[in-house]
């Protein structure tokens, strides 16, 4: 692994009272994404401390998976299980916290497979809060900023805002089966009193983005590392909030330990809400390129988010005492830094 990751991965474990999670076991759904593999390496970096966390990876195809996880193969810690989260999980796992993290998160597959992605985000919640309530697990449901739809003016989004979305088109597919997600989450809490915990993320970045990733922020990153000019399918006046992914799994890990039950919390980072248009100048300035403006094709458009403003409040995250690691700059170039040099241009970071 890269040095500069396995110093994210340390700085990760800088949580108060992570010891508590020594011994646990974790199930985790959609491992090898940007997400799902940085937490399953923070938590194997661990295990080296001798943590005896076990892990339970959920994913579609071990040959694939293993790009990321081959290392741990042999590791009797950690467990690659086969399979579609839209169908339910092993009735024999027991463990002691659910993360389900799968889905679909990138604008292509909203706007070519949005039945799909309804169905990856609903059934995987499901299938995970039953499987919580036959054995008694915590769920740690990673939910989106997407679930507040459009910004009302120039605000930002505080977790008590109830969003407004777009019914009238596919690209909806996506918000409204994270917003289905979460009602499911409080129902089985109201019901079967099923433990959760809800994190809102907001756009999340970092060095264990697929290659195959279609979202803007990552094609401004392959662009830079491609040495390419970098194409802007708008003016770049989105005002977003970002988070780099090392960030994310810390936060995420911290309201696990410290967070409340069915509280969702919001997951940014201040120094990351930042212009599109200044996301894709950090990446071609890094790469000695300009910022090129092209207008999208109809199929881009129909994934696009018309959202122009979307800014995570995350002062609720912060009175639990949760801190982001990088600005914005940093973690541009840790990003770039790690990819860059890479031995293969693969996963492995």
């Known amino acids: 692994m890269h040095p500069l990751y396995l110093e994210d991965l340390k700085r990760i474990l800088e949580i108060p009272k992570i010891e508590e999670l020594k011994g646990k076991s974790f199930l985790i759904t959609g491992a090898t994404g940007l997400i799902g593999t940085c937490l399953i390496d923070a938590l194997m970096s661990f295990n080296r401390q001798e943590a005896d966390i076990q892990i339970y990876a959920v994913g579609r195809n071990w040959e694939k998976a293993?790009?990321?996880?081959?290392?741990?193969?042999?590791?009797?810690?950690?467990?690659?299980?086969?399979?579609?989260?839209?169908q339910p999980l092993p009735d024999h796992l027991k463990v002691d916290v659910i993360i389900p993290l799968a889905s679909n998160t990138h604008p292509l597959a909203y706007s070519q497979f949005p039945i799909e992605t309804i169905e990856i985000n609903v059934k995987g919640a499901e299938h995970a809060l039953n499987k919580a309530l036959t054995c008694g697990a915590t769920v740690l449901y990673p939910s989106s900023v997407e679930v507040y739809g459009n910004a009302r003016g120039e605000d930002v989004f505080t977790e008590d805002y109830t969003g407004k979305l777009n019914l009238l088109n596919a690209r909806s597919c996506y918000p409204e089966s994270k917003r289905l997600s979460e009602a499911?989450?409080?129902?089985?809490?109201?019901?079967?009193?099923?433990?959760?915990?809800?994190?809102?993320?907001?756009?999340?970045?970092g060095p264990t983005m697929l290659m195959s990733d279609t979202k803007a922020s990552s094609q401004f990153i392959l662009k830079a590392l491609a040495g390419e000019d970098i194409v802007l399918k708008s003016?770049?006046?989105?005002?977003?909030?970002?988070?780099?992914?090392?960030d994310a799994v810390k936060a995420m890990l911290h309201v696990l330990l410290h967070g409340e039950l069915g509280v969702?919390?919001?997951?940014?980072?201040?120094?990351?809400?930042?212009?599109?248009?200044?996301?894709?100048g950090a990446c071609a300035s890094w790469a000695g390129k300009d910022v090129v403006f092209d207008l999208p094709s109809e199929v881009e458009q129909q994934g696009y988010s018309i959202a122009m403003h979307a800014i995570l409040d995350n002062t609720h995250l912060l009175s639990i005492g949760s801190q982001p690691l990088y600005p914005f700059d940093e973690a541009i170039h840790r990003t770039l830094y790690i990819i860059s040099n890479l031995k293969s241009a693969t996963y492995r970071v």
């Open 66 to 86: 293993k790009s990321r996880f081959g290392e741990y193969e042999e590791d009797a810690h950690f467990h690659f299980i086969e399979q579609d989260v839209r």
């Open 184 to 205: 499911l989450c409080y129902s089985y809490m109201a019901e079967h009193q099923v433990k959760v915990k809800i994190v809102r993320l907001s756009r999340v970045f």
């Open 235 to 246: 003016r770049g006046e989105q005002f977003f909030s970002y988070t780099y992914v090392a």
């Open 264 to 280: 969702p919390y919001n997951i940014s980072n201040s120094d990351c809400n930042v212009k599109l248009k200044d996301f894709a």
